[in-house]
Protein backbone atom coordinates (compact mmCIF):
# COMPACT_ATOMS: atom_id res chain seq x y z
CA UNK A 1 0.00 0.00 0.00
CA UNK A 2 1.64 3.39 -1.13
CA UNK A 3 0.02 6.80 -0.30
CA UNK A 4 -0.49 8.70 -3.50
CA UNK A 5 -1.18 13.04 -3.71
CA UNK A 6 -2.38 15.03 -6.86
CA UNK A 7 -3.57 18.46 -6.86
CA UNK A 8 -4.34 21.07 -9.56
CA UNK A 9 -5.26 24.83 -8.47
CA UNK A 10 -3.66 27.77 -6.92
CA UNK A 11 -1.99 27.30 -3.96
CA UNK A 12 1.56 26.27 -3.50
CA UNK A 13 1.42 22.59 -5.06
CA UNK A 14 4.32 21.53 -2.64
CA UNK A 15 2.33 22.93 0.19
CA UNK A 16 -0.61 21.15 -0.78
CA UNK A 17 0.91 17.56 -1.71
CA UNK A 18 3.23 17.59 1.55
CA UNK A 19 0.65 17.87 4.11
CA UNK A 20 -1.42 15.36 1.84
CA UNK A 21 1.83 12.86 2.33
CA UNK A 22 2.22 13.74 5.91
CA UNK A 23 -1.23 12.74 6.09
CA UNK A 24 -0.81 9.50 4.41
CA UNK A 25 2.57 8.07 5.72
CA UNK A 26 0.36 5.73 7.53
CA UNK A 27 -0.12 4.00 3.71
CA UNK A 28 3.59 3.38 3.44
CA UNK A 29 6.66 5.25 4.56
CA UNK A 30 10.22 3.01 2.94
CA UNK A 31 10.32 6.66 0.80
CA UNK A 32 8.82 9.64 -0.39
CA UNK A 33 8.96 12.24 -3.77
CA UNK A 34 7.06 15.08 -5.36
CA UNK A 35 6.93 15.89 -8.24
CA UNK A 36 6.08 19.55 -9.37
CA UNK A 37 5.07 21.27 -13.19
CA UNK A 38 6.84 24.86 -13.29
CA UNK A 39 6.80 26.78 -16.16
CA UNK A 40 6.86 24.21 -18.33
CA UNK A 41 8.94 21.43 -16.81
CA UNK A 42 9.04 18.92 -14.06
CA UNK A 43 11.02 19.78 -10.96
CA UNK A 44 11.04 16.42 -8.74
CA UNK A 45 12.72 15.42 -5.51
CA UNK A 46 12.48 11.72 -3.59
CA UNK A 47 14.35 10.29 -0.93
CA UNK A 48 14.12 7.02 1.16
CA UNK A 49 12.85 6.54 4.30
CA UNK A 50 10.10 8.71 6.23
CA UNK A 51 9.38 11.96 4.76
CA UNK A 52 11.27 14.09 7.37
CA UNK A 53 13.88 12.43 5.07
CA UNK A 54 12.40 14.23 2.13
CA UNK A 55 11.89 17.29 4.10
CA UNK A 56 15.48 17.95 4.88
CA UNK A 57 16.39 17.12 1.27
CA UNK A 58 13.76 20.09 0.19
CA UNK A 59 14.90 22.65 2.46
CA UNK A 60 18.87 21.42 1.42
CA UNK A 61 18.45 21.08 -2.50
CA UNK A 62 14.93 23.73 -2.74
CA UNK A 63 13.14 22.90 -6.11
CA UNK A 64 10.82 25.40 -8.09
CA UNK A 65 7.59 25.11 -7.22
CA UNK A 66 4.08 25.02 -9.30
CA UNK A 67 0.31 25.04 -8.60
CA UNK A 68 0.43 21.31 -10.13
CA UNK A 69 1.82 18.43 -8.75
CA UNK A 70 1.88 14.79 -7.37
CA UNK A 71 2.90 13.21 -4.65
CA UNK A 72 4.06 9.57 -3.19
CA UNK A 73 4.46 7.86 -0.01
CA UNK A 74 6.21 4.25 -0.86
CA UNK A 75 5.56 0.73 1.02
CA UNK A 76 8.11 -1.25 -1.29
CA UNK A 77 6.98 -4.40 -3.46
CA UNK A 78 8.90 -4.19 -6.50
CA UNK A 79 13.00 -3.03 -5.73
CA UNK A 80 14.46 -2.01 -2.33
CA UNK A 81 13.50 1.16 -0.89
CA UNK A 82 16.55 3.59 -1.56
CA UNK A 83 16.52 6.54 -3.27
CA UNK A 84 16.54 5.53 -7.07
CA UNK A 85 13.33 3.11 -6.55
CA UNK A 86 10.83 6.11 -4.59
CA UNK A 87 8.55 7.67 -6.34
CA UNK A 88 7.96 9.22 -8.63
CA UNK A 89 9.10 7.81 -11.80
CA UNK A 90 10.35 9.94 -15.09
CA UNK A 91 10.05 9.14 -18.33
CA UNK A 92 13.84 9.44 -20.71
CA UNK A 93 12.99 13.26 -21.46
CA UNK A 94 11.51 14.04 -18.26
CA UNK A 95 8.18 15.44 -19.69
CA UNK A 96 6.25 12.67 -17.78
CA UNK A 97 6.04 12.08 -13.84
CA UNK A 98 4.29 9.02 -12.26
CA UNK A 99 3.25 7.58 -8.98
CA UNK A 100 1.93 4.13 -8.68
CA UNK A 101 0.07 1.76 -5.49
CA UNK A 102 0.16 -1.56 -6.41
CA UNK A 103 1.60 -4.34 -8.75
CA UNK A 104 1.55 -4.66 -12.44
CA UNK A 105 1.74 -7.84 -12.84
CA UNK A 106 3.21 -8.45 -16.04
CA UNK A 107 5.40 -5.46 -16.04
CA UNK A 108 8.73 -7.99 -16.92
CA UNK A 109 7.68 -8.32 -20.37
CA UNK A 110 6.44 -4.63 -20.46
CA UNK A 111 10.01 -3.65 -19.42
CA UNK A 112 11.80 -5.67 -22.16
CA UNK A 113 9.90 -4.63 -24.96
CA UNK A 114 10.76 -1.50 -24.02
CA UNK A 115 14.40 -1.61 -23.27
CA UNK A 116 14.46 -3.60 -26.58
CA UNK A 117 13.21 -0.21 -28.18
CA UNK A 118 16.18 1.66 -27.03
CA UNK A 119 14.89 2.76 -23.62
CA UNK A 120 17.05 2.70 -20.63
CA UNK A 121 15.39 1.88 -16.92
CA UNK A 122 17.03 3.90 -14.31
CA UNK A 123 15.50 1.52 -11.26
CA UNK A 124 14.05 -1.68 -10.28
CA UNK A 125 10.33 -0.95 -10.31
CA UNK A 126 7.71 -1.77 -12.32
CA UNK A 127 5.90 1.49 -12.14
CA UNK A 128 8.83 3.22 -13.98
CA UNK A 129 7.54 0.97 -17.17
CA UNK A 130 4.03 3.17 -17.38
CA UNK A 131 6.58 6.57 -17.69
CA UNK A 132 8.17 4.99 -20.63
CA UNK A 133 5.14 3.27 -22.19
CA UNK A 134 3.30 7.27 -22.25
CA UNK A 135 6.05 8.60 -23.70
CA UNK A 136 5.43 6.33 -26.52
CA UNK A 137 1.84 6.70 -26.71
CA UNK A 138 2.45 10.56 -26.73
CA UNK A 139 4.50 10.29 -29.77
CA UNK A 140 1.13 9.93 -31.42
CA UNK A 141 -1.58 12.07 -29.92
CA UNK A 142 -1.92 14.79 -27.72
CA UNK A 143 -4.16 13.53 -25.28
CA UNK A 144 -2.73 12.54 -21.93
CA UNK A 145 -6.32 10.96 -21.09
CA UNK A 146 -6.16 9.12 -23.85
CA UNK A 147 -2.49 8.10 -23.87
CA UNK A 148 -3.56 6.82 -20.09
CA UNK A 149 -6.50 4.83 -21.30
CA UNK A 150 -4.24 3.08 -24.14
CA UNK A 151 -1.22 2.01 -21.10
CA UNK A 152 -3.96 0.90 -19.14
CA UNK A 153 -5.51 -1.40 -21.07
CA UNK A 154 -2.10 -3.35 -21.91
CA UNK A 155 -1.50 -3.43 -17.68
CA UNK A 156 -2.23 -6.58 -15.57
CA UNK A 157 -2.55 -5.98 -11.93
CA UNK A 158 -4.07 -4.14 -9.56
CA UNK A 159 -2.95 -0.50 -9.49
CA UNK A 160 -3.63 3.07 -9.29
CA UNK A 161 -1.60 5.40 -11.63
CA UNK A 162 -1.91 9.45 -10.57
CA UNK A 163 0.32 10.92 -13.51
CA UNK A 164 1.36 14.92 -14.55
CA UNK A 165 2.79 16.09 -17.89
CA UNK A 166 5.01 19.13 -18.22
CA UNK A 167 3.40 20.48 -21.35
CA UNK A 168 0.13 20.20 -20.02
CA UNK A 169 0.31 22.16 -16.76
CA UNK A 170 -3.46 22.32 -16.20
CA UNK A 171 -4.02 18.73 -15.58
CA UNK A 172 -3.49 15.97 -13.52
CA UNK A 173 -4.77 11.96 -14.60
CA UNK A 174 -5.69 9.63 -12.09
CA UNK A 175 -6.15 5.58 -13.06
CA UNK A 176 -7.53 3.20 -10.91
CA UNK A 177 -7.94 -0.84 -11.02
CA UNK A 178 -8.56 -3.19 -7.69
CA UNK A 179 -6.81 -0.13 -6.05
CA UNK A 180 -7.92 3.08 -4.29
CA UNK A 181 -8.06 6.16 -5.43
CA UNK A 182 -10.67 9.25 -4.71
CA UNK A 183 -11.43 12.72 -6.06
CA UNK A 184 -11.30 15.64 -3.99
CA UNK A 185 -13.84 17.98 -5.52
CA UNK A 186 -12.93 22.12 -4.51
CA UNK A 187 -13.58 25.28 -5.50
CA UNK A 188 -11.28 26.65 -8.26
CA UNK A 189 -8.92 23.49 -7.58
CA UNK A 190 -9.52 19.50 -7.49
CA UNK A 191 -6.99 17.00 -5.38
CA UNK A 192 -6.77 13.14 -5.93
CA UNK A 193 -5.58 10.95 -3.17
CA UNK A 194 -5.76 6.84 -2.08
CA UNK A 195 -7.27 8.38 0.81
CA UNK A 196 -9.47 11.34 1.88
CA UNK A 197 -7.09 12.16 4.55
CA UNK A 198 -4.78 13.34 1.57
CA UNK A 199 -7.49 16.78 0.95
CA UNK A 200 -9.27 16.58 3.81
CA UNK A 201 -7.21 19.93 4.60
CA UNK A 202 -8.56 21.57 1.83
CA UNK A 203 -12.19 20.06 1.16
CA UNK A 204 -14.42 17.16 2.17
CA UNK A 205 -16.22 16.76 -0.93
CA UNK A 206 -15.34 14.14 -2.48
CA UNK A 207 -16.10 11.41 -5.59
CA UNK A 208 -16.37 7.29 -5.68
CA UNK A 209 -14.02 6.26 -8.67
CA UNK A 210 -15.25 3.06 -9.58
CA UNK A 211 -13.11 0.07 -11.47
CA UNK A 212 -11.20 0.65 -14.26
CA UNK A 213 -11.56 4.50 -14.22
CA UNK A 214 -9.41 7.23 -15.76
CA UNK A 215 -9.89 10.62 -14.18
CA UNK A 216 -9.13 14.32 -15.71
CA UNK A 217 -8.73 16.81 -12.71
CA UNK A 218 -8.23 20.28 -13.66
CA UNK A 219 -8.49 23.28 -11.53
CA UNK A 220 -12.14 23.82 -12.66
CA UNK A 221 -13.51 20.09 -13.57
CA UNK A 222 -13.55 16.32 -12.91
CA UNK A 223 -13.80 14.11 -16.53
CA UNK A 224 -14.01 10.20 -15.64
CA UNK A 225 -14.29 7.80 -18.66
CA UNK A 226 -13.92 3.79 -18.47
CA UNK A 227 -10.40 2.58 -19.71
CA UNK A 228 -11.94 3.05 -23.61
CA UNK A 229 -13.12 6.53 -23.00
CA UNK A 230 -16.47 6.24 -22.31
CA UNK A 231 -18.36 8.53 -19.54
CA UNK A 232 -18.30 6.41 -16.64
CA UNK A 233 -20.64 7.23 -13.68
CA UNK A 234 -19.11 8.07 -10.53
CA UNK A 235 -20.77 8.84 -6.86
CA UNK A 236 -20.13 11.75 -4.75
CA UNK A 237 -19.92 12.28 -1.08
CA UNK A 238 -19.40 14.28 2.01
CA UNK A 239 -16.70 13.11 4.02
CA UNK A 240 -18.01 13.73 7.74
CA UNK A 241 -15.04 13.87 9.63
CA UNK A 242 -12.27 17.04 9.46
CA UNK A 243 -8.45 17.34 9.34
CA UNK A 244 -8.41 17.37 13.23
CA UNK A 245 -9.48 13.80 13.29
CA UNK A 246 -6.41 12.92 12.08
CA UNK A 247 -4.32 14.81 14.17
CA UNK A 248 -2.77 13.39 17.45
CA UNK A 249 -4.59 15.26 19.71
CA UNK A 250 -2.20 15.50 22.29
CA UNK A 251 -1.43 11.61 22.49
CA UNK A 252 2.30 10.64 21.74
CA UNK A 253 1.05 8.50 19.43
CA UNK A 254 -1.53 8.31 17.14
CA UNK A 255 -2.63 4.20 18.63
CA UNK A 256 -3.10 6.03 21.71
CA UNK A 257 -5.13 8.68 20.96
CA UNK A 258 -7.48 5.78 18.67
CA UNK A 259 -7.38 3.62 21.71
CA UNK A 260 -8.65 6.72 23.55
CA UNK A 261 -10.99 6.78 21.27
CA UNK A 262 -12.70 3.07 21.52
CA UNK A 263 -16.06 4.11 23.78
CA UNK A 264 -17.18 6.56 20.83
CA UNK A 265 -16.00 4.61 18.42
CA UNK A 266 -18.56 1.53 19.65
CA UNK A 267 -21.47 3.79 20.39
CA UNK A 268 -21.21 5.31 17.13
CA UNK A 269 -21.16 1.96 15.15
CA UNK A 270 -24.29 1.28 17.49
CA UNK A 271 -25.79 4.49 16.50
CA UNK A 272 -29.05 4.38 14.44
CA UNK A 273 -29.46 0.71 14.80
CA UNK A 274 -33.55 0.82 15.69
CA UNK A 275 -36.45 1.31 13.17
CA UNK A 276 -38.85 3.01 14.81
CA UNK A 277 -41.14 0.35 15.20
CA UNK A 278 -37.84 -0.89 17.66
CA UNK A 279 -36.41 -3.74 14.77
CA UNK A 280 -32.87 -3.77 14.08
CA UNK A 281 -31.92 -2.20 10.71
CA UNK A 282 -28.58 -2.17 8.99
CA UNK A 283 -26.43 0.08 7.01
CA UNK A 284 -26.94 -0.48 3.75
CA UNK A 285 -28.93 -4.01 3.79
CA UNK A 286 -29.39 -4.37 -0.24
CA UNK A 287 -30.44 -8.07 0.45
CA UNK A 288 -34.36 -8.75 1.57
CA UNK A 289 -35.40 -10.38 4.41
CA UNK A 290 -36.66 -13.50 2.16
CA UNK A 291 -33.00 -13.67 0.62
CA UNK A 292 -31.33 -13.36 4.25
CA UNK A 293 -33.95 -16.50 5.21
CA UNK A 294 -32.74 -18.31 2.16
CA UNK A 295 -29.01 -18.48 3.98
CA UNK A 296 -28.39 -21.26 5.43
CA UNK A 297 -24.51 -21.05 5.78
CA UNK A 298 -22.44 -18.19 6.98
CA UNK A 299 -18.40 -18.09 5.68
CA UNK A 300 -16.70 -14.81 7.41
CA UNK A 301 -13.57 -14.08 5.38
CA UNK A 302 -10.77 -11.52 6.99
CA UNK A 303 -7.64 -11.23 6.95
CA UNK A 304 -5.13 -9.91 10.06
CA UNK A 305 -6.70 -8.59 13.02
CA UNK A 306 -9.97 -8.13 11.32
CA UNK A 307 -9.66 -12.40 11.39
CA UNK A 308 -10.16 -12.18 14.82
CA UNK A 309 -12.93 -10.20 14.74
CA UNK A 310 -14.31 -12.68 12.62
CA UNK A 311 -13.97 -15.31 14.89
CA UNK A 312 -15.67 -13.86 17.26
CA UNK A 313 -18.80 -13.75 14.82
CA UNK A 314 -18.56 -17.22 14.56
CA UNK A 315 -19.23 -17.76 18.11
CA UNK A 316 -22.19 -14.56 17.87
CA UNK A 317 -23.93 -16.01 15.14
CA UNK A 318 -23.90 -19.85 15.81
CA UNK A 319 -25.15 -18.99 19.60
CA UNK A 320 -27.49 -16.35 18.43
CA UNK A 321 -29.05 -17.69 15.26
CA UNK A 322 -28.58 -21.76 14.91
CA UNK A 323 -27.23 -20.93 11.49
CA UNK A 324 -23.27 -22.53 10.41
CA UNK A 325 -21.12 -20.21 10.37
CA UNK A 326 -17.35 -20.53 9.20
CA UNK A 327 -14.45 -18.35 9.55
CA UNK A 328 -11.34 -18.06 6.76
CA UNK A 329 -8.54 -16.61 5.99
CA UNK A 330 -9.21 -13.96 3.01
CA UNK A 331 -5.68 -15.23 1.71
CA UNK A 332 -6.19 -18.95 1.27
CA UNK A 333 -10.52 -18.94 0.87
CA UNK A 334 -10.60 -18.99 -2.70
CA UNK A 335 -8.04 -21.41 -3.24
CA UNK A 336 -9.20 -24.03 -1.78
CA UNK A 337 -12.25 -24.64 -3.57
CA UNK A 338 -14.80 -23.77 -1.29
CA UNK A 339 -18.39 -25.17 -1.58
CA UNK A 340 -20.50 -21.84 -2.06
CA UNK A 341 -24.08 -21.55 -3.47
CA UNK A 342 -26.83 -18.97 -3.28
CA UNK A 343 -27.86 -19.81 0.11
CA UNK A 344 -24.47 -18.74 0.96
CA UNK A 345 -23.80 -15.54 2.61
CA UNK A 346 -19.87 -15.02 2.83
CA UNK A 347 -19.47 -11.78 5.31
CA UNK A 348 -15.79 -10.17 4.81
CA UNK A 349 -14.55 -7.73 7.27
CA UNK A 350 -11.98 -4.98 6.14
CA UNK A 351 -11.39 -1.57 7.99
CA UNK A 352 -9.77 -0.24 4.71
CA UNK A 353 -12.20 -1.84 2.42
CA UNK A 354 -9.52 -2.17 0.01
CA UNK A 355 -7.34 -5.39 1.54
CA UNK A 356 -7.07 -6.91 -1.70
CA UNK A 357 -7.25 -10.71 -0.19
CA UNK A 358 -10.96 -9.67 1.27
CA UNK A 359 -11.20 -7.98 -2.36
CA UNK A 360 -10.87 -11.26 -4.15
CA UNK A 361 -12.69 -13.58 -2.19
CA UNK A 362 -15.63 -10.96 -2.49
CA UNK A 363 -15.24 -11.70 -6.40
CA UNK A 364 -14.57 -15.07 -6.26
CA UNK A 365 -17.78 -15.10 -3.84
CA UNK A 366 -20.22 -13.49 -6.58
CA UNK A 367 -18.76 -15.83 -9.11
CA UNK A 368 -20.20 -18.89 -7.51
CA UNK A 369 -23.78 -16.56 -7.17
CA UNK A 370 -23.46 -16.62 -3.28
CA UNK A 371 -24.79 -13.61 -1.53
CA UNK A 372 -21.78 -10.90 -0.10
CA UNK A 373 -22.40 -8.70 2.91
CA UNK A 374 -19.12 -6.43 3.99
CA UNK A 375 -18.20 -4.88 7.25
CA UNK A 376 -16.18 -1.91 6.51
CA UNK A 377 -15.07 1.47 8.07
CA UNK A 378 -14.24 3.54 4.81
CA UNK A 379 -17.11 4.76 2.91
CA UNK A 380 -16.69 4.35 -0.32
CA UNK A 381 -13.88 1.72 -1.00
CA UNK A 382 -14.18 -0.86 -2.88
CA UNK A 383 -15.36 -3.49 -0.93
CA UNK A 384 -18.52 -1.64 0.03
CA UNK A 385 -19.12 -1.20 -3.65
CA UNK A 386 -18.83 -4.88 -4.69
CA UNK A 387 -21.18 -6.23 -1.84
CA UNK A 388 -24.33 -6.62 -1.74
CA UNK A 389 -25.05 -4.92 1.64
CA UNK A 390 -22.53 -3.13 4.03
CA UNK A 391 -22.58 -2.59 7.53
CA UNK A 392 -20.49 0.52 8.43
CA UNK A 393 -18.37 0.39 11.67
CA UNK A 394 -18.52 4.40 11.67
CA UNK A 395 -15.00 4.17 13.83
CA UNK A 396 -13.96 7.18 12.29
CA UNK A 397 -9.97 7.43 10.74
CA UNK A 398 -7.33 5.17 11.91
CA UNK A 399 -4.39 6.32 11.36
CA UNK A 400 -2.08 4.22 13.22
CA UNK A 401 -0.78 1.19 11.60
CA UNK A 402 -1.95 -1.28 14.28
CA UNK A 403 -5.73 -1.60 14.47
CA UNK A 404 -7.09 -0.83 17.22
CA UNK A 405 -10.48 0.73 17.53
CA UNK A 406 -10.86 -0.14 14.22
CA UNK A 407 -10.88 -4.38 15.59
CA UNK A 408 -13.46 -3.53 18.56
CA UNK A 409 -16.05 -1.71 16.05
CA UNK A 410 -15.41 -4.60 13.83
CA UNK A 411 -16.37 -6.81 16.62
CA UNK A 412 -19.44 -4.83 17.35
CA UNK A 413 -20.57 -4.78 14.15
CA UNK A 414 -19.94 -8.34 14.03
CA UNK A 415 -22.88 -8.85 16.88
CA UNK A 416 -25.15 -6.89 14.99
CA UNK A 417 -25.51 -8.81 12.11
CA UNK A 418 -25.76 -11.80 14.06
CA UNK A 419 -28.88 -10.19 16.16
CA UNK A 420 -30.08 -8.93 12.64
CA UNK A 421 -29.95 -12.13 11.61
CA UNK A 422 -31.92 -13.36 14.77
CA UNK A 423 -34.48 -11.41 13.94
CA UNK A 424 -35.30 -12.09 10.32
CA UNK A 425 -34.53 -15.67 10.87
CA UNK A 426 -37.41 -15.23 14.07
CA UNK A 427 -35.21 -17.57 16.44
CA UNK A 428 -35.18 -14.84 18.98
CA UNK A 429 -37.78 -12.73 20.42
CA UNK A 430 -37.71 -8.68 19.60
CA UNK A 431 -37.53 -8.55 24.17
CA UNK A 432 -34.66 -10.84 24.01
CA UNK A 433 -32.69 -8.60 21.17
CA UNK A 434 -33.24 -5.69 23.00
CA UNK A 435 -31.93 -7.12 25.97
CA UNK A 436 -28.65 -7.52 23.99
CA UNK A 437 -28.43 -4.49 22.45
CA UNK A 438 -29.04 -2.97 25.88
CA UNK A 439 -26.27 -4.83 27.31
CA UNK A 440 -24.05 -3.82 24.03
CA UNK A 441 -24.59 0.05 24.72
CA UNK A 442 -23.20 -0.51 28.31
CA UNK A 443 -19.66 -1.89 26.90
CA UNK A 444 -18.61 1.75 25.91
CA UNK A 445 -18.79 2.53 29.58
CA UNK A 446 -16.58 -0.49 30.77
CA UNK A 447 -14.19 0.53 27.83
CA UNK A 448 -13.95 3.63 29.33
CA UNK A 449 -12.96 2.17 32.59
CA UNK A 450 -10.60 0.10 31.18
CA UNK A 451 -8.57 3.59 29.99
CA UNK A 452 -9.12 4.74 33.33
CA UNK A 453 -7.40 1.98 34.98
CA UNK A 454 -4.90 1.67 32.09
CA UNK A 455 -1.97 2.88 34.79
CA UNK A 456 -1.72 -0.84 36.24
CA UNK A 457 -1.04 -2.09 32.62
CA UNK A 458 1.61 0.44 31.72
CA UNK A 459 3.93 -0.14 34.60
CA UNK A 460 3.44 -3.51 34.12
CA UNK A 461 4.77 -3.13 30.37
CA UNK A 462 7.84 -1.38 31.62
CA UNK A 463 8.49 -4.13 34.15
CA UNK A 464 7.83 -6.76 31.34
CA UNK A 465 9.68 -4.76 28.52
CA UNK A 466 12.94 -6.96 28.89
CA UNK A 467 11.11 -10.23 28.18
CA UNK A 468 11.61 -11.78 24.69
CA UNK A 469 8.75 -14.15 24.68
CA UNK A 470 5.74 -13.73 25.78
CA UNK A 471 2.66 -16.28 25.39
CA UNK A 472 -1.48 -15.38 25.52
CA UNK A 473 -4.45 -18.01 26.69
CA UNK A 474 -8.07 -17.99 25.99
CA UNK A 475 -10.71 -19.58 25.96
CA UNK A 476 -14.50 -19.20 24.11
CA UNK A 477 -14.37 -15.86 22.73
CA UNK A 478 -11.42 -15.55 24.70
CA UNK A 479 -8.78 -16.97 22.44
CA UNK A 480 -9.26 -14.25 19.75
CA UNK A 481 -8.30 -11.94 22.48
CA UNK A 482 -5.51 -13.42 23.17
CA UNK A 483 -4.71 -14.18 19.30
CA UNK A 484 -5.11 -10.52 19.22
CA UNK A 485 -3.24 -9.73 21.97
CA UNK A 486 -0.23 -11.83 20.80
CA UNK A 487 -0.80 -9.66 17.58
CA UNK A 488 -0.49 -6.59 18.41
CA UNK A 489 2.71 -7.53 20.59
CA UNK A 490 4.38 -8.93 17.43
CA UNK A 491 3.26 -5.71 15.00
CA UNK A 492 4.62 -3.51 17.58
CA UNK A 493 7.45 -5.13 20.00
CA UNK A 494 8.78 -6.87 17.02
CA UNK A 495 9.17 -10.08 20.18
CA UNK A 496 7.75 -13.35 19.64
CA UNK A 497 4.41 -13.91 20.81
CA UNK A 498 1.85 -16.21 20.64
CA UNK A 499 -1.87 -17.03 21.33
CA UNK A 500 -3.07 -20.44 22.15
CA UNK A 501 -6.36 -21.55 23.17
CA UNK A 502 -6.02 -22.45 26.65
CA UNK A 503 -7.69 -26.40 25.95
CA UNK A 504 -4.52 -27.03 24.06
CA UNK A 505 -1.66 -26.59 26.51
CA UNK A 506 -1.52 -29.72 27.14
CA UNK A 507 -1.79 -30.82 23.70
CA UNK A 508 1.68 -29.27 23.04
CA UNK A 509 1.97 -26.02 23.90
CA UNK A 510 3.02 -26.15 28.01
CA UNK A 511 6.53 -27.38 26.60
CA UNK A 512 7.01 -23.94 25.81
CA UNK A 513 6.40 -22.35 30.02
CA UNK A 514 9.14 -21.76 31.81
CA UNK A 515 10.34 -20.04 34.81
CA UNK A 516 9.83 -16.12 34.89
CA UNK A 517 7.93 -16.86 31.24
CA UNK A 518 5.30 -14.57 30.57
CA UNK A 519 1.50 -15.75 30.19
CA UNK A 520 -1.67 -13.54 30.00
CA UNK A 521 -4.17 -15.41 30.75
CA UNK A 522 -8.26 -14.36 29.23
CA UNK A 523 -10.98 -15.92 32.04
CA UNK A 524 -14.38 -16.09 30.83
CA UNK A 525 -17.22 -15.16 33.09
CA UNK A 526 -18.88 -17.39 35.73
CA UNK A 527 -21.44 -19.75 34.91
CA UNK A 528 -20.60 -20.04 31.03
CA UNK A 529 -20.15 -24.47 30.40
CA UNK A 530 -17.32 -24.31 33.54
CA UNK A 531 -15.02 -23.22 31.02
CA UNK A 532 -14.16 -20.25 34.08
CA UNK A 533 -13.11 -23.55 35.86
CA UNK A 534 -11.53 -25.05 33.28
CA UNK A 535 -9.07 -21.56 33.11
CA UNK A 536 -8.32 -21.55 36.83
CA UNK A 537 -6.97 -24.77 36.28
CA UNK A 538 -4.90 -23.93 33.25
CA UNK A 539 -3.38 -21.05 35.18
CA UNK A 540 -2.35 -23.44 38.13
CA UNK A 541 -1.15 -25.78 35.56
CA UNK A 542 1.23 -23.03 34.03
CA UNK A 543 2.39 -21.39 37.36
CA UNK A 544 3.30 -24.91 38.82
CA UNK A 545 6.23 -24.49 35.88
CA UNK A 546 6.96 -21.39 36.46
CA UNK A 547 5.33 -19.03 34.44
CA UNK A 548 4.62 -15.38 35.62
CA UNK A 549 1.02 -15.31 35.42
CA UNK A 550 -0.82 -12.21 34.13
CA UNK A 551 -5.00 -12.82 34.82
CA UNK A 552 -7.78 -10.68 33.29
CA UNK A 553 -10.96 -11.67 35.04
CA UNK A 554 -14.13 -9.98 36.02
CA UNK A 555 -15.31 -8.14 38.97
CA UNK A 556 -16.11 -10.42 41.74
CA UNK A 557 -13.91 -13.61 40.22
CA UNK A 558 -11.67 -14.75 43.59
CA UNK A 559 -11.16 -18.07 42.07
CA UNK A 560 -8.25 -16.33 40.56
CA UNK A 561 -6.79 -14.33 42.78
CA UNK A 562 -4.44 -17.52 44.52
CA UNK A 563 -2.99 -17.80 40.92
CA UNK A 564 -2.47 -14.65 39.72
CA UNK A 565 0.74 -12.58 39.70
CA UNK A 566 -0.60 -9.84 38.35
CA UNK A 567 -4.80 -9.55 37.91
CA UNK A 568 -6.11 -7.26 35.96
CA UNK A 569 -10.14 -6.57 36.60
CA UNK A 570 -13.05 -6.49 33.84
CA UNK A 571 -16.06 -5.13 34.30
CA UNK A 572 -18.68 -7.73 34.24
CA UNK A 573 -20.57 -8.10 30.37
CA UNK A 574 -22.27 -11.49 29.08
CA UNK A 575 -19.73 -14.10 27.93
CA UNK A 576 -19.55 -13.24 24.35
CA UNK A 577 -19.11 -9.36 24.39
CA UNK A 578 -16.13 -9.75 26.83
CA UNK A 579 -13.64 -9.01 23.69
CA UNK A 580 -14.79 -5.47 23.73
CA UNK A 581 -13.38 -4.98 26.97
CA UNK A 582 -10.67 -7.97 27.55
CA UNK A 583 -9.14 -6.53 24.22
CA UNK A 584 -8.17 -3.01 25.52
CA UNK A 585 -5.81 -3.52 28.35
CA UNK A 586 -3.43 -5.79 25.96
CA UNK A 587 -3.70 -2.90 23.55
CA UNK A 588 -2.44 -0.90 26.06
CA UNK A 589 -0.01 -2.96 27.08
CA UNK A 590 1.72 -3.73 23.79
CA UNK A 591 2.10 -0.25 22.69
CA UNK A 592 3.98 0.64 25.84
CA UNK A 593 5.68 -2.22 25.84
CA UNK A 594 7.17 -0.68 22.14
CA UNK A 595 7.63 2.65 23.32
CA UNK A 596 9.66 0.94 26.14
CA UNK A 597 12.04 -0.18 23.98
CA UNK A 598 12.13 2.96 21.60
CA UNK A 599 9.93 2.12 18.72
CA UNK A 600 7.55 3.28 16.52
CA UNK A 601 4.25 2.87 17.66
CA UNK A 602 2.31 4.13 14.98
CA UNK A 603 4.59 2.81 12.07
CA UNK A 604 6.02 -0.44 12.91
CA UNK A 605 9.16 -1.63 10.48
CA UNK A 606 7.66 -4.21 7.38
CA UNK A 607 4.08 -3.13 7.66
CA UNK A 608 1.65 -1.09 6.09
CA UNK A 609 -2.46 0.43 7.12
CA UNK A 610 -3.99 -1.78 4.55
CA UNK A 611 -2.39 -4.64 2.26
CA UNK A 612 -3.39 -3.45 -1.20
CA UNK A 613 -1.68 -6.54 -2.97
CA UNK A 614 -1.50 -9.80 -2.98
Known amino acids: MCGIVGYVGERS ?23 LIHEGTISSAK ?12 KANPIADGTTGIGHTRWATHGAPNDRNAH ?8 IAVVHNGIIENFAALRAELEAAGHEMVSETDTETVAHLLHDELESTDDLAEAVRSVCRRLRGAFTLVICDAQRPDIVIGARRNSPLVVGRGK ?25 QVVTITRDDVVVTDFFGEPAETKEYHVDWDV ?14 EIDEQPQAVADTLLGRHSIDGLLQLDEMRLSDDELREVDKVIVVAAGTS ?29 RDPILDRSTLVVTISQSGETMDTLMAIRYARQQRARVLSICNTNGSTIPRESDAVIYTHAGPEVAVASTKGFLAQVTACYLLALYFAQIKGVKYGDEIASIIGELEKTPTGIQRMLDEADQVRKLAAELSGSRSILFLGRHVGYPVALEGALKLKE ?20 VIEEGLPVFVIVPPRGRDQLQEKTVSNIQEIRARGARTIVLAEDGDDDVVPYSDHL ?34 DQPRNLAKSVTVE
Not at 492 to 511: M, S, V
Open 13 to 35: ALEVVMGGLRRLEYRGYDSGGVA
Open 47 to 58: KAGKLLNLDAEL
Open 88 to 95: PHLDSTGR
Open 188 to 212: GENFLGSDVAAFIEYTRDAIELGQD
Open 244 to 257: SAAEKGGFDWFMLK
Open 307 to 335: FYAAMVAKYAIEHWTRIPCEVELASEFRY
Open 492 to 511: LAYIHAEGFAAGELKHGPIA
Open 568 to 601: IRLPRVPTLLQPLVATVPLQIFASEFASQLGHDV
